[in-house]
């Protein structure tokens, strides 16, 4: 039976260490790290999120601002906002929480934020960055799986990794930082050919396709290691993108649905801020 990575026993560790860092941060620099979220519509997703991220930045000791706008928020006006947090000395870190409305490019927003107060990681400046391998602001969820993996024990380095999805959020900035940690990354998607086979010859699994279940208990190797990145909600009850209870018999370390990922991400971004703030003050 898999050994669980408990996400949530492994994100407060992390928060209890920033914590720690950004009362020395506000010592030094005689203000705290500065975080501004910006919320367009009223999705309900969207909502839980940027509560629990500003409860987060309030335990740890940050400034933060949210900033919600109604949903027939233009894409000027939504432009209007970013620049002023751009220039906003007391802002470190910038997320406009995605999805946006239909009338707005979402890649026209994520475009014109600062790289340096990108604490999603998600600019190409910093996705370039990840990919050459050079210092940057990194996606968030890709960060915490990465400790995630660490927490295991398990070394990276030589193991076959297969990355089932290819979204610009998780699926190519982990794939990346898989291949920096020197793994053999393979990175698959709706057009894989042999999908279940592939899956059997990964010593590191990461799925973050969003559907239910997908990945069966017989694709997992035994010994494994499987970071399932799904949430899927199904009549009220979330569901991951690995058949929890299946792959568990197999892998020997798994995370769980909710308590593994989602946690860290929120960790993550709280480091990324942190990251941003000690980056401005030192120009």
């Known amino acids: 039976m898999a050994q669980i990575i408990d996400g949530r026993a492994l994100a407060a560790k992390f928060r209890g260490e920033i914590a720690a860092k950004v009362q020395s941060f506000t010592r030094r620099a005689g203000f705290p790290p500065g975080l501004a979220v910006v919320l367009v519509g009223e999705d309900p997703a969207s909502q839980i999120y940027v509560r629990s991220k500003e409860k987060a930045c309030r335990e740890v000791g940050f400034y933060s601002k949210v900033h919600c706008l109604p949903q027939e928020t233009t894409q000027s006006e939504l432009l209007e906002l970013v620049e002023s947090l751009n220039t906003d000395p007391r802002i470190h ?6 999805p946006v409305p239909d009338q707005i490019d979402s890649k026209a ?14 600019h190409p400046v910093n996705m370039g960055r990840l990919v050459t ?8 969820t890709p960060r915490g799986i990465m400790e995630l993996l ?26 990346a930082l898989l291949l920096a940690a020197n793994a053999t990354v393979t990175v698959a998607h709706s057009k894989t050919v042999g999908l ?14 969003g559907r239910k279940e997908l990945v069966k208990g017989d694709w997992i190797k035994p010994g494994a290691v499987v970071i399932d990145v799904g949430m899927n909600r199904v009549e009220g009850k979330l569901y991951g ?43």
């Open 133 to 140: 391998g050079q210092p940057g602001l990194v996606p968030c």
């Open 93 to 98: 870190g910038i997320l406009v929480q995605l």
């Open 196 to 209: 279940p086979a592939l899956a059997r010859s990964a010593d590191i699994l990461v799925v973050a396709v």
């Open 150 to 175: 660490k927490s295991t024990g398990i070394e990276i380095a030589g193991k076959n990794a297969l990355v089932i999805g290819r979204s610009n959020i998780v699926g190519k900035p982990v794939a």
């Open 109 to 122: 927003v994520i475009n014109s934020i600062d790289p340096a107060k990108d604490v999603d990681g998600f």
């Open 241 to 283: 993108d690995v058949a929890f209870q299946e792959a568990a018999q197999k892998a020997a370390f798994i995370t769980p649905v909710p308590g593994g990922v989602g946690p860290m991400t929120i960790a993550m971004l709280l480091a990324n801020t942190l990251d941003a703030a000690e980056a401005i003050i030192r120009g």
